[in-house]
Structures are given as structure tokens and as C-alpha cells.
């Protein structure tokens, strides 16, 4: 991963960093780690959104390997740097366009506000550099702010825009998608579709018609399902997986607004809980603040090492 975006990841962790080293830094100046150090060490990881899982297999590592023994704040960082990354090294997994395909269909879900559309847009840039040929479906068809965001970054990025009227269905507007893009050789379908989940029901059976309709056109699309978590929202984001696996096969997920967010830590307790593959995260604004995801460099950013 280059320096530059590792300093914007820190950067962007910077708020999460300060709740997790201040605690850290309180308790632990020169200290016995005893029973006592280990209870407030517990409390300051939950604290930081690294949910209780996570916070006791840490305490329960450190408790073996380390307790009754005289410890700085300094290696407490760079202990728990390390053990976070071995929790998170089993989920790094980038997400690699299969170039055989013709098309690679992403299907894009997850509530709306979470960054959907923008990570769409970020990926067609990102895949139009690597020399791959996107094509892009506005599947939200709800929010006419959401067509045009993808229309303007269709433009930004030269990749065509299947889209349609308010209210429009998503499903007709995939299969079209997916005649189009085999059609022009497209390398990459990105399939953005609405995400109310006020309505569950109604949500589940709009995505499971979109998945029936790919299907007819291609028996093998969606090729991935892509969930896309706004950081911002901690705990909520774990809820927020529970629910859309009931509803489709998430083969990723993408973190966003890293930057905007104290609650970092999140990401550890998703991969904790759901043992899914993290594919990048999303620390600002432009196209090359997402990036894959590094489980040491995280890590490192996450803690301040």
C-alpha cells in the first residue's frame, strides 16, 4: 500500500486512534498488567466499536501471554496492533474482476447513505485505469439523486449508464444492463439498487426479483454481491449485515466514511463476527481514497503505532 494513502488512512482514523490510544495511554503509563488493568484494557476496546468478541479474545491472549507483568502503553499498542491484524488477515481479500466473464456483474447493496453509489462510481475509475472496460446500471431507481450521481460519475469516467425514469424497475433496468454489457465487451457490470430498509419485505423481494431477472440473461449473475457499511454508524453496521444475508449471498463488503467516523474499529468486529471478506475501505472523497484493504496497515493506523 503506498505511504501516501497510509498517512490518509491514519489520517482518517485519527479520530478513532484518539479514543483508543487516550484510554490506553490513561491506564497503562507503567503498570502490573493485573485483573484490574485487564477490566479497564476490556472496556476501552468495546468503547472503541471493536465489539465484546473481539475485546475478549484480545484480553484472553493478553492475560496468556502477558499477565502480571510490567507494561507500557507503548507495548500494549503494538501488541494489540498485532492481534488485530491477525483477526483481520483471514478477511483481506480484494475483489478481483474475473476478465473472462464479459461481463464481471457486481451487484451493489446496503441502506441508503451509506456511500453506495459513490463506491460504484469509485470502482468504475479504478477498473478504467486498470484498463478494464465498466458499464454501470442506476438501479436505485427511488432516488433521482442517485441516477445522476451515477450519470455524472458515468461521465467522469467514461462508462455508460443504463438508467431509466423515477420509479423505474430495477430488475428490467439489470437484464438491459446485462444485454448491453455483453453486447459491448463491457469487462465490469456494476449494479447499483435502492437500499429502504424501513420496508424489508419490500426491499427483499425487489432484490431477489433483480437476482431472478440476471439470472434468465446470465445463470450465473450476479458474480458478486457487494454490501457497502458506512462506518459512522459503529454497531449498527453489524445488524445491518445480519439483515441483508437473509436476503442475498454477500460474497464482500466495503467500508466507507473511515474518515468521517470514531468508530474504526468496526471493521474488527465485522470481521469477527461474520468472517467475511473485507474487500477495501473508503477514507475520502476521491476515486483513490478506496483501496484494499491492508490488515497490518490498519491495524497500525487503528491503534497510532
Known amino acids: 500500500m503506498a505511504l501516501g494513502f497510509f498517512s490518509r488512512l491514519k489520517e482518517g482514523l485519527a479520530r478513532s486512534t484518539q479514543k483508543l490510544t487516550e484510554g490506553i495511554t490513561a491506564v497503562f503509563t507503567k503498570r502490573t498488567l493485573d485483573d484490574a488493568a485487564l477490566e479497564e484494557l476490556e472496556e476501552i476496546l468495546i468503547a472503541a466499536d471493536l465489539g465484546t468478541d473481539v475485546a475478549a479474545r484480545i484480553i484472553a491472549n493478553f492475560r496468556r501471554t502477558r499477565f502480571g507483568r510490567e507494561i507500557t502503553d507503548q507495548e500494549i499498542k503494538t501488541a494489540l496492533a498485532e492481534e488485530i491484524a491477525a483477526i483481520l488477515a483471514p478477511v483481506a481479500h480484494p475483489l478481483v474482476i474475473d476478465r473472462s466473464l464479459k461481463p464481471h456483474v457486481v451487484l451493489v447493496v446496503g441502506v441508503n447513505g451509506t456511500g453506495k453509489t459513490t463506491t460504484i462510481g469509485k470502482l468504475a475509475q479504478q477498473y478504467r485505469d486498470q484498463g478494464l472496460k465498466p458499464m454501470l446500471v442506476a438501479g436505485d431507481t427511488f432516488r433521482a439523486a442517485a441516477v445522476e450521481q451515477l450519470q455524472i460519475w458515468g461521465q467522469r469516467t467514461g462508462a455508460p449508464v443504463i438508467a431509466a425514469g423515477p420509479g423505474a424497475d430495477a430488475a428490467g433496468l439489470a437484464f438491459d444492463g446485462i444485454t448491453r454489457a455483453r453486447a459491448e465487451a463491457a469487462d465490469v457490470l456494476l449494479v447499483d439498487t435502492a437500499g429502504r ?57 466495503v467500508v466507507t466514511k473511515l474518515d468521517g467516523s470514531a468508530r474504526g474499529g468496526i471493521v474488527v468486529a465485522l470481521a469477527e463476527a461474520y468472517n467475511l471478506p473485507v474487500h477495501a475501505v473508503g477514507v475520502g472523497e476521491q476515486a483513490t481514497d478506496l483501496r484494499p484493504f491492508d490488515p497490518m496497515d490498519y491495524a497500525r493506523g487503528l491503534v497510532g503505532t
Open 197 to 253: 430498509l424501513h420496508n424489508k419485505a419490500a426491499l427483499m423481494d425487489e432484490l431477489s426479483k433483480i437476482i431472478r431477472v440476471m439470472k434468465k440473461q446470465l445463470p450465473e449473475a450476479p458474480h458478486s454481491i457487494l454490501l457497502v457499511l458506512d462506518a459512522t454508524t459503529g454497531q449498527n453496521a453489524i445488524q445491518q449485515v445480519g439483515v441483508f444475508k437473509e436476503m442475498v449471498d454477500i460474497t464482500g463488503l
